[in-house]
């Protein structure tokens, strides 16, 4: 009887001309032994732990949104049902994107980037408007960020780019301009909706996807610098910018305006302890905190479950992290490694920046909690990267002698 385990060789006869092309691309070194692509299964304690942090934040969607969902919907359940839906039709989405081959997504990058910038250039035009931006598109059968859509294929664009130009990265043209280029077009998209959190997140990205690429350690620098002085001019220099420095710094200054999220969350915060309040017993959500089943889903989370559990859940993200750039470690081909590089520090750079968000360490800005935050395109482009580092953790190669 087989092995459910055992690596199956998928080296020649059965790949199509186009596809063994594709294969020959993304093969690792040259060496003197013939090289053999092989397939097993998935990493399962990455799929385990996305798996447990999506139902932990199903739940909480529940739990902190029923006050809410009663009083502007008339349903306690508006936003739980809706939520179980998207969560049970992303994980359909994480295991079929985890079974269609990596390269095949390699092949398609280009089209796939090119539309979601499409996609984002619409926004400022005919997007529409909530909680004062314009970062949604209404496409009639769903509600879709296009910002989500362009962090997935600005990832997969530069691993690609890094790997063809691998013998020139070191140099300005190829190591910084491309990457400045597009960036700069993304942010300034982004600058219209406004918003900010993406053009952080996005420089971010860039800047990872750069160092992990081969671009020189001081011309990185140097670009990183000149980013973080343009984001300060943004946020120092502009009425919006500007608003939220003061209230991050003096909330109390306008506690029933501006500063009645960020005071409602550390109120939420403090008021879980060590144990917390129990799970559906916070106060703060009872409209105190604004829409709690979103960026401060975390908020109502530390209230009802406390510090413990809430270090629980940080932990489990570590993991998830930790694991994710494991299989990048160990991915087939440096291609499929600065993928999950990049999926991987999406999700640590939101984490990072939500929770620092959400304890007021930063200024206020939307930015989502990763399989925690309410919402349905969002909740399915995550688990569909999910699905990709879980197709690259499917594939190895081996050199045979």
Not at 29 to 52: C, E
Not at 192 to 197: A, D, E, K, N, T
Not at 244 to 256: E, F, K, Q, V, Y
Not at 333 to 359: E, K, Y
Request: proline content about 4%; aromatic content about 12%.
């Amino acid at each position: 009887m087989k092995n459910k385990n055992e690596k199956k060789d998928i080296s020649s006869a059965e790949l199509s001309p186009r596809r063994k092309k594709l294969v020959a691309d993304d093969q690792p070194a040259v060496s003197t032994g013939q090289i053999v692509r092989l397939k097993s299964g998935v990493d399962r304690p990455f799929l385990l732990i996305v798996i447990v942090l999506l139902c932990i934040g199903t739940t909480m969607v529940f739990s902190a949104s029923y006050a809410y969902a009663k009083e502007y919907y008339n349903d306690s359940y508006y936003f739980s049902k809706r939520q179980i839906v998207w969560a049970a039709a992303s994980i359909a989405i994480m295991f079929l994107v985890s079974r269609v081959d990596y390269l095949l997504i390699k092949r398609w990058v280009k089209p796939f980037f090119a539309v979601s910038l499409l996609l984002l250039a619409l926004v400022p035009f005919i997007g529409h408007a909530s909680g004062g931006a314009k970062r949604w598109l209404d496409l009639g059968f769903i509600s879709l960020q296009p910002s989500e859509l362009v962090k997935a294929a600005i990832v997969i664009m530069f691993a690609d780019y890094a790997v063809r130009n691998q013998s020139r990265m070191h140099t300005v043209k190829y190591g910084i301009i491309y990457y400045g280029l597009w960036t700069g077009i993304i942010c300034a998209f982004l600058y219209l909706q406004p918003h900010l959190s993406g053009m952080i997140i996005m420089l971010a990205l860039t800047a990872i996807m750069m160092y992990a690429g081969g671009s020189r350690p001081k011309h990185l620098a140097v670009v990183s610098a000149l980013g973080v002085a343009a984001l300060a001019v943004l946020i120092f220099f502009t009425s919006h910018g500007r608003s939220r420095i003061n209230i991050w710094l003096h909330p109390d200054l306008d506690p029933s305006g501006k500063g009645w999220q960020p005071l409602q969350s550390l109120y939420a915060i403090g008021s879980g302890g060590f144990w917390g309040v129990g799970l559906g017993q916070s106060r703060q959500k009872h409209l105190y905190l604004p829409e709690p089943q979103n960026d401060y889903i975390f908020a109502i989370l530390a209230e009802e479950m406390g510090f413990i559990f809430a270090v629980a859940v940080l932990a489990l993200f570590m993991i998830l992290i930790w694991r994710g750039f494991y299989i990048a470690r160990n991915a087939p081909s440096r291609f499929a490694s600065l993928v999950v590089i990049g999926l991987i520090s999406q999700v640590a750079v939101q984490v990072l920046l939500n929770i620092a968000v959400v304890t007021n360490s930063i200024p206020s800005t939307g930015i989502s909690l990763p399989f925690f935050s309410y919402g349905g395109t969002s909740l399915m482009i995550f688990m569909a990267e999910m699905g990709i580092v879980l197709n690259i953790s499917r594939y190895s190669y081996i050199e045979k002698s």
